[in-house]
């Protein structure tokens, strides 16, 4: 494709493009769907009815309707099979997240392709690791990892992509009910 091609093309489908953004923006609070994975949290949104959370760096990531959060994790199984963290871990996050469901979002490319929830008590194997090895070292742990095959195996399938690859509701409300 020669560079004239290539614009012509962007050209094309920029316009839908804004209107992603548009909905990112109206529905969910997002600024901007090229940046911190704007794009795939609003589908994640939109299959689960959860609710941006933007008020911290430092908090949850979303909430249901009764005001329950949650910590959102994505992973690109094309690059890679685990779930990154936190750069920083330390005693007040891990506290933290043992307070919340957790949603993990599978992805290939740009293709969401499951979605799992996962409980605090699930994850417990996870944080009693970090929280030893945090009152080990005295240190923040640097980003560790939940991996893909843990999730699928020990989570609850809230969403599986279709034939058509097309989103469907699947609201968190519902199945933890």
Same mark, same amino acid.
């Given at each position: 494709?020669?560079?004239?091609?290539?614009?012509?093309?962007?050209?094309? %489908?920029f316009?839908?493009?804004?209107?992603?953004?548009k909905?990112?923006?109206?529905?969910?609070? @997002?600024?901007?769907?090229? #940046?911190?994975?704007?794009?795939?949290?609003? #589908?994640?949104?939109?299959?689960?009815?959860? #609710?941006?959370?933007?008020?911290? !760096?430092?908090?949850?990531?979303?909430?249901?309707?009764?005001?329950?959060?949650?910590?959102?994790?994505?992973?690109?199984? @094309?690059?890679?099979?685990?779930?990154?963290?936190?750069?920083? %871990?330390?005693?007040?996050?891990?506290?933290?997240? !043992?307070?919340?469901d957790?949603?993990?979002?599978?992805?290939?490319?740009?293709?969401? !392709?499951?979605?799992?929830?996962?409980?605090p008590?699930?994850?417990?194997?996870?944080?009693?690791?970090?929280?030893?090895?945090?009152?080990?070292?005295?240190?923040?742990?640097?980003?560790?990892? @939940?991996?893909?095959?843990?999730? !699928?195996?020990?989570?609850?399938?809230?969403?599986?992509?279709?034939?058509?690859?097309?989103?469907?509701?699947?609201?968190?409300?519902?199945?933890?009910?």
């Amino acid at each position: 494709m020669t560079n004239e091609e290539a614009i012509e093309k962007f050209n094309l %489908l920029f316009p839908y493009i804004r209107e992603y953004q548009k909905l990112a923006k109206d529905f969910a609070n @997002i600024e901007d769907i090229f #940046q911190d994975n704007g794009g795939k949290l609003l #589908q994640v949104l939109l299959v689960t009815n959860l #609710q941006n959370l933007t008020d911290s !760096r430092e908090g949850n990531d979303a909430k249901d309707s009764t005001g329950l959060e949650y910590e959102l994790k994505s992973v690109n199984t @094309i690059l890679t099979k685990s779930f990154s963290t936190n750069h920083h %871990l330390n005693q007040k996050i891990i506290n933290k997240y !043992r307070k919340v469901d957790w949603i993990f979002a599978i992805y290939e490319d740009i293709e969401l !392709r499951e979605i799992y929830l996962m409980t605090p008590a699930m994850l417990e194997p996870f944080y009693q690791k970090w929280e030893n090895q945090y009152n080990t070292t005295g240190k923040d742990i640097n980003n560790p990892k @939940i991996p893909l095959k843990f999730v !699928r195996e020990n989570g609850i399938l809230v969403f599986k992509h279709n034939s058509t690859n097309t989103l469907y509701s699947a609201p968190i409300e519902k199945i933890k009910k």
